[in-house]
C-alpha cells in the first residue's frame, strides 16, 4: 500500500527538512551557484529610456521632471529609480527555481531603523512598492549590486568593494544556513533590535562609527507625528494646516479649484474610513479617535516620484496631538511581467501582505484602499504612519569597514526575511556551506554595476539633447 501523503495546515503537501534540502541540493545541479556571476545584456535589451518613459506614463505630468532630475545626480540615485530596468535585466539571468517573497527593491537604503508596536527600534526592511513572490537570487543581486555602486561612489578600489560584498552575501548565506536548523516560531520571531545591531556593531565598527549609529538612533526616536507636524504646519486662522513646498509637497486647497477640492476632500474623508477596515479591530478603534483636517500632495523617494502620495493630517484629543498619515499609490509590481501575476486584486493589498510577511514587526496604521479618483481613474493605495521612528543610512559618510558592516547587518536581514515566506531549508541547502555563490554574485554585481553607469548615462545623454526633461528640485526647509 502507498504510503499516505501528509499535508501542511495551508494544505499543500508536507516534505520532511530531508526532503527539502534534497530540493535544493537538485537545484544546485541544474542550475550551478557559479552560474550566477553571469551577466550579458541581452540583443534586444529594451533602451532603458523607453522603460522608464513607459512608466512615467501613468504618473503625474508635472512631477515626472522631477523624478528625472534626481536620477540624474548619481548613478547610485538612478539605480534607486531603476527598478523595473533591472527586473527586466534579472529574467534573463540563472535561476535557481526556488522563489520567496521579494522585495523587489532591496538595495541598501531600503534597510533602515523602524519603530516597532512595542516602541523598540528595530532595523528591517522598508520599501514594499514592489513586493512580489519570485526567485529569491533577485533580492539578493539587486542588494549586491547596490553595495558595489555605493562603494564606488566613496572611491574604494577593487579589493574593498570585493570584501563588501562578498560580507554581505556571506552575511544572507550564513544567516540562511542558521534559520534552516531552527524551529519555524523562532525564525518567525526572530528581529534585530537596536541592541543587537550596537553589539553587532563592537566588534566591527570604528568608535567614530559608533558614536554616529548612537545619534542616528536618537535622531529616529525623534522622527514621529509631532515632528512632522511641527516640521511641515503653519497656523492658519489659529488651525493647524500643512504648509505648501511645492512641488514637493502641496495642499489639497492648493491643486484644485473649490468644487473639485471639496469633493477629493470628501473621497479622502471616504477612504480614511474605510482603509479603517483593513485594521485590526484594535487599531481601527484608534484611528476612530482621530480627525481628519487636512491634506496634501507629497513627493516622497526617487523610484516613487510621479506617483500619487497624499499624506493626511489628523488631530485627537486637541491641536498638539497630531498623527501624519501617508497614502501611496500602489501600482502593479515592476515583477510582475517577468515573475507572475500577484494574487491580490488590490496592488495596495500586495504590498501591505508583502511587507507584514517579510517585517518582523509593521506599521499599527499599515492598512490599503481603493479610490475613484476625480478624472475617473480607480486606484489603489496603501497607507501607514508618515514618519514612526525611521533612519536611515548615510553610506557616503561610511569608511569601507563601516560599509561592510552595514553590508553584513543587510545581508542577515534579508534572509531572516526571506526565511519567513520561502523553504529557508532548501535555500540553504542550495547556498551550501562554501563561497561558490557569494563569489558568484560579487562577480555579478560589478557587471551590473557597469550596466547601471551606462544606463545612467543614456538618463544623462536624453536630457541633455531634450529627449525627457528633467528638473531640481531642493526643499525649501
Known amino acids: 500500500m502507498p504510503k499516505k501523503q501528509t499535508t501542511a495546515a495551508d494544505g499543500a503537501a508536507y516534505r520532511t527538512p530531508e526532503e527539502r534540502a534534497d530540493r535544493g541540493k537538485a537545484a ?21 529610456v523607453d522603460l522608464l518613459e513607459a512608466q512615467s506614463a501613468a504618473r503625474l505630468p508635472e512631477l515626472v521632471p522631477v523624478r528625472y532630475g534626481r536620477m540624474i545626480e548619481s548613478p547610485f540615485r538612478f539605480y534607486r529609480g531603476a527598478a523595473a530596468i533591472m527586473a527586466s535585466d534579472l529574467a534573463d539571468t540563472p535561476k535557481s527555481g526556488i522563489r520567496t517573497q521579494l522585495c523587489g527593491d532591496a538595495h541598501l537604503l531600503n534597510f533602515r531603523m523602524l519603530a516597532s508596536p512595542e516602541r523598540h527600534l528595530l532595523f528591517d526592511l522598508n520599501d514594499f512598492d514592489e513586493t512580489l513572490p519570485g526567485p ?19 572611491g574604494y578600489d577593487d579589493a574593498e568593494r570585493a570584501d563588501i560584498v562578498l560580507a554581505t552575501v556571506r552575511s544572507y548565506r550564513e544567516a540562511m544556513r542558521r534559520f534552516a536548523e531552527m524551529r519555524t516560531l523562532d525564525v518567525w520571531y526572530a528581529q534585530a533590535d537596536l541592541a543587537l545591531v550596537q553589539q553587532l556593531a563592537e566588534g566591527r565598527l570604528e568608535k567614530r562609527g559608533r558614536k554616529r549609529l548612537a545619534k542616528e538612533a536618537a535622531k529616529a526616536r525623534g522622527r514621529d507625528s509631532l515632528q512632522a507636524f511641527d516640521k511641515l504646519t503653519e497656523t ?13 509637497l502641496v495642499p489639497l486647497a492648493d491643486l484644485l479649484p473649490d468644487v473639485e477640492r471639496d469633493a477629493l476632500m470628501g473621497q479622502f474623508h471616504e477612504l480614511v474610513r474605510r482603509y479603517g477596515s483593513t485594521l485590526a479591530a484594535d487599531r481601527r478603534h484608534l484611528l476612530g479617535q482621530f ?6 500632495r507629497k513627493v516622497v523617494g526617487v ?11 489628523l488631530l485627537g484629543r486637541d491641536g498638539r496631538d497630531p498623527l501624519f498619515l501617508q497614502a501611496k499609490e500602489a501600482d502593479t509590481s515592476v515583477l510582475a511581467p517577468f515573475a507572475g501575476a500577484s494574487e491580490y486584486q488590490n496592488q495596495g493589498e500586495r504590498a501591505v501582505a ?25 486606484r489603489d493605495f496603501y497607507i501607514r504612519q508618515l514618519r514612526d521612528w525611521k533612519g536611515i543610512a548615510e553610506p557616503e559618510l561610511m569608511v569601507p569597514s563601516g560599509l561592510r558592516a552595514f553590508g553584513e547587518l543587510c545581508g542577515g536581514i534579508l534572509a531572516r526575511a526571506h526565511a519567513r515566506s520561502g523553504d529557508r531549508i532548501a535555500i540553504a541547502a542550495y547556498l551550501g556551506g562554501g563561497d561558490s555563490f557569494d563569489l558568484a554574485v560579487a562577480t555579478f554585481a560589478e557587471l551590473y554595476a557597469d550596466q547601471n553607469e551606462r544606463d545612467h548615462q543614456a538618463l544623462v545623454d536624453a536630457v541633455r539633447t531634450s529627449r525627457v526633461a528633467a528638473e531640481e528640485v531642493t526643499p525649501s526647509s
Open 236 to 248: 492658519v486662522d489659529g488651525r493647524p494646516r500643512i504648509a505648501a513646498d511645492p512641488p514637493l
Open 28 to 48: 544546485r545541479r541544474r542550475v550551478p551557484r557559479s552560474s550566477h556571476a553571469e551577466y550579458e545584456p541581452k540583443k534586444k535589451r529594451p533602451d532603458p
Open 136 to 154: 529569491w537570487e533577485w533580492d539578493v543581486k539587486r542588494l549586491a549590486t547596490s553595495m558595489v555602486i555605493a562603494s564606488r561612489a566613496n
Open 291 to 296: 480627525r481628519l483636517v487636512d491634506i496634501a
Open 303 to 313: 523610484g516613487s516620484v510621479g506617483t500619487r502620495c497624499w499624506i493626511f493630517l
Open 354 to 378: 508583502g511587507q507584514r510577511l517579510m517585517q518582523a514587526a509593521s506599521d499599527i496604521f499599515l492598512g490599503w484602499e481603493r479610490v475613484d479618483g476625480i478624472d475617473g481613474r480607480r
